[in-house]
């Protein structure tokens, strides 16, 4: 009877340690839930800010990411706590079952090794080449030759890598500020089309749909933004798109134009990063991303790497002319010209928050060379001694080599839709003309102007469009001739007004009709014109296939 009781006694006392136990448990355990839910609520929505965040590396964005890691980090502590200390009190006699009314499992919940969240590195990465050619860069995931055999293919057509640009995923959410800050709203991304236009992104514009998909919207930005500036402080992440455009499809679902007073920052829906020693100015081009090519409906993040054919025709403006007065006149004006010129950028920022203003964009260099027959390309001298060049303007008239650059010192336009851009130049212009000589030989007569113009740029389409450019130049004679006498120096008013016209979308077959005047400022009967009808042509750069 006595063993009967004992073993009573000793039951009681360990359920009302395991009781003891369980109360124990509770205590730890609902604190520690109650954490875990308020941290992952924060986490939640932490995450939904940065996918509003496309530009990884600026700073507000690294300052996010490192926000949801250690969030992340905080959230795996506390979860690592519980499963501790539900072991220990399994040990104590308490079931699992019990504890896990206190602190429930969480079965999609998985811990981390590393600081990378998954979730955020993940990326649809494209190679885009020819402007409008897509290839998956996962094509050749695990095939090596092939990897080798596309960049041996680009390497011979001098194709380098620009750089990258990444967008959000399919209706990834984008956030909406209102006079520079921030809001709770958000818009949902669809797609986003650009151009580049003389290494600035020129014209941005982004579609973005409501939460219901019901109503689009269409944000552009105000000015141009340089590729080169582009992920500075006052880069993109200062480059604000408004709302210029909406297609609703249910005009009830927007009340009191809602989203015309919101704006978008450039770096949330395009950031660009340029290939390492690569950060060059491009040639001219559209871009749309997504590609009709690919899936639109990708959920990740999307990142197009832009390759971009660099051979010397791309860079170098050729150009022949034929003048028209050369070949129905007596004039002396060539039947053939070379002309070649180059665009070297300076400083390609914009100035101006609200117009497009650039001071020192870029120089120009170039040289013109004019084939001129034997009985025309020679000055006309006096007859007295020392001899005199009769007409002044005759030494830019029949000169052979043109040469010099011309420095964009001021450009700007009054908005980013006007079609016409207005520009302000310095140009130095160096000039060779041939003095016959009947028992000698000929005598290069050599002279170098310098002056300032205006170039006046109109376009009716980007393909088509016309040049203006008034100008005054002092010209100044380099020689010291026996028996000839340099004339005065004399100032020249020139004026140039061409027209050209490019089929499709690339400007190697480019054609031209120009229009030149020129006028002696001390004489103003000492004039002379050309009118001239040009094509731009291009230079074989490839590589040579042998012939079996």
């Not at 009573?8 to 839930?33: H, N, R, S």
């Not at 995923?169 to 003389?198: A, M, N, W």
């Not at 009054?414 to 060779?432: D, G, S, V």
């Not at 400022?521 to 291009?538: A, I, K, T, V, W």
Request: hydrophobic share 35%.
């Amino acid at each position: 009877m006595k063993t009967i009781t004992a073993i009573i006694f000793l039951f009681f006392l360990c359920a009302g340690y395991a009781q003891d136990y369980k109360t124990e448990a509770k205590i730890k355990l609902e604190p520690l839930l109650e954490k875990f839910n308020a941290k992952q609520t924060e986490l939640n929505t932490a995450k939904d800010i940065l996918t509003t965040m496309t530009a990884k590396l600026d700073m507000a964005s690294s300052d996010q990411l490192k926000k949801v890691r250690d969030l992340k980090q905080s959230l795996d502590s506390i979860y690592k706590q519980q499963e501790i200390i539900k072991s220990f009190y399994v040990l104590m006699g308490v079931s699992k079952g019990e504890l896990d009314i206190y602190f429930p499992p969480q079965p999609e919940y998985k811990i981390l090794d590393g600081s990378a969240i998954e979730s955020e590195e993940k990326k649809a990465i494209y190679m885009l080449y020819d402007g409008n050619k897509i290839v998956e860069e996962k094509l050749f995931e695990g095939n090596k030759k092939m990897e080798d055999i596309f960049k041996s293919i680009l390497s011979a057509s001098s194709e380098t890598c620009l750089g990258s640009f990444e967008i959000p995923g399919h209706r990834q959410k984008v956030v909406l500020y209102q006079k520079y800050e921030i809001t709770p709203h958000y818009l949902y991304f669809e797609d986003i089309k650009f151009s580049i236009r003389e290494g600035n992104i020129f014209e941005v514009k982004v579609r973005v749909t409501d939460e219901m998909g019901k109503n689009q919207f269409y944000f552009e930005n105000s000015v141009p933004i340089s590729l080169l500036s582009y992920n500075t402080y006052y880069g993109a992440r200062r480059q604000y798109l408004s709302n210029r455009a909406t297609s609703p499809l249910n005009v009830k679902d927007i009340t009191n134009n809602t989203y015309n007073n919101f704006q978008i920052v450039l770096s949330d829906v395009l950031l660009y990063l340029s290939t390492p020693g690569n950060n060059f100015v491009p040639d001219d081009i559209e871009f749309s991303f997504p590609k009709e090519t690919e899936d639109k409906t990708e959920p990740n993040r999307r990142q197009y790497k832009v390759i971009q054919n660099t051979s010397l025709q791309n860079i170098l403006e050729l150009r022949t002319y034929t003048d028209f007065l050369g070949l129905f006149d007596d004039s002396a004006n060539g039947i053939v010209q070379v002309e070649g010129k180059a665009d070297f950028f300076v400083t390609p920022f914009q100035v101006g928050r609200s117009t497009p203003l650039m001071f020192f964009k870029k120089v120009s260099p170039y040289v013109h060379y004019t084939r001129l027959d034997d009985d025309k390309k020679g000055l006309t001298l006096n007859d007295e001694v020392p001899q005199k060049i009769r007409k002044s303007l005759e030494i830019i008239e029949k000169s052979y080599l043109d040469m010099g650059s011309v420095l964009d010192v001021f450009s700007f336009r009054f908005k980013k839709e006007t079609p016409f851009n207005i520009n302000f130049f310095w140009a130095l212009r160096y000039n060779i003309t041939t003095i016959k000589q009947e028992e000698a030989d000929d005598i290069n007569f050599k002279t170098v102007g310098n002056g300032i113009g205006m170039r006046l740029e109109f376009k009716r389409f980007n393909n088509f469009g016309f040049t203006y450019s008034p100008e005054a130049i002092y010209y100044n004679h380099l020689n010291r001739l026996e028996n000839i006498e340099n004339p005065k120096n004399f100032w020249i008013f020139r004026n140039e007004a061409e027209v050209f016209y490019f089929p499709g979308e690339t400007k190697s077959q480019s054609i031209f009709l120009r229009l030149r005047t020129f006028l002696n400022m001390s004489d103003g009967e000492d004039s002379f014109f050309q009118l001239q009808f040009g094509y731009r042509f291009s230079i074989g750069m490839g590589s040579v296939k042998a012939k079996s």
